[in-house]
């Protein structure tokens, strides 16, 4: 069966290395590019991806479905460490339905991710390569430093993603649920009130508060330590390697 090798670029710097890490050693038409739209990104992804589709000549498939906000209100629940809901159905799902799509038209994916051993303690012994659920997964820079990424991108004359340069240490949500305390006073004014209005309505839906982070934005905006104030991994790495 001819493979196809299904990338899921999230924006970040980790998924566009291993686009391009992936772009040196195969033929083009055997790379598959996803992007798994969550509807609660920075704006700034987005132009990310058009500027990667236009600098690579390749496409990426802006996967939609429901949005964050919406799976919010439809379950009447905002994900949290012990409820994460979010990464299973705005990407897992979605990427399995990815997979099932290419075994039924005959190919055999093979699911490339960007983790890290690097990243955190608890992908410290990530391996190459594994398998889950019959596919297999590679993880090529599974080993691979920091500098390393971004020299693959300095290697291709290709810019990272400017949320960096703003002091954000992962791309994905805007924010996310596990986002670092430090993170918390990058926000942007329209982010913040986005927060907020979610979190009246899913309130008022519910009946009772219930608030993004363990605190309501504004209280997180207050403290100076909180939640996360170690800035801890707390990520919400699905099998497929997403979340970054
Ligand atoms: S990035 Fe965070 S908020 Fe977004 S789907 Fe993953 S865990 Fe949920």
Redesign the pocket.
């Known amino acids: 069966m001819k493979k196809k090798y299904l990338i899921s670029l999230s924006g970040g710097k980790d998924s566009t290395a291993v686009a391009l890490f992936m772009l040196e050693r195969r033929d083009k038409s055997d790379l598959v590019f996803n992007y798994f739209d969550?509807g609660?990104e920075h704006p700034s992804v987005y132009s990310y991806l058009d500027y990667l589709e236009t600098s690579l000549k390749i496409t990426i498939n802006r996967i939609g479905g429901i949005t964050?906000e919406e799976l919010c209100i439809k379950e009447r629940y905002i994900?949290n460490y012990t409820a994460?809901f979010?990464?299973r159905i705005?990407?897992h799902e979605k990427s399995d339905a990815e997979i099932k799509k290419y075994i039924a038209a005959g190919f055999n994916p093979i699911v490339v991710t960007g983790v890290r051993r690097a990243e955190s303690p608890s992908r410290k012994n990530y391996q190459s390569h594994r398998i889950y659920n019959g596919v297999k997964i590679l993880q090529p820079i599974a080993y691979w430093t920091v500098e390393e990424v971004f020299a693959i991108h300095k290697k291709h004359n290709i810019k990272h993603n400017p949320l960096y340069d703003k002091g954000w240490s992962?791309v994905?949500?805007y924010?996310?649920?596990?986002?670092k305390q430090s993170e918390i006073g990058l926000l942007e004014p329209w982010a913040i009130q986005r927060i907020r209005k979610l979190e009246n309505k899913v309130s008022e839906i519910r009946g009772v508060p219930v608030t993004f982070f363990k605190e309501d934005i504004d209280s997180k905006i207050r403290r100076s330590s909180g939640f996360n104030a170690l800035g801890l991994d707390l990520?919400?790495l699905?099998p497929y390697g997403?979340?970054?």
């Open positions: 969550t609660w964050f994900p994460r979010c990464t705005l990407k992962r994905g949500c924010p996310c649920i596990f986002a990520g919400c699905n997403q979340c970054e």
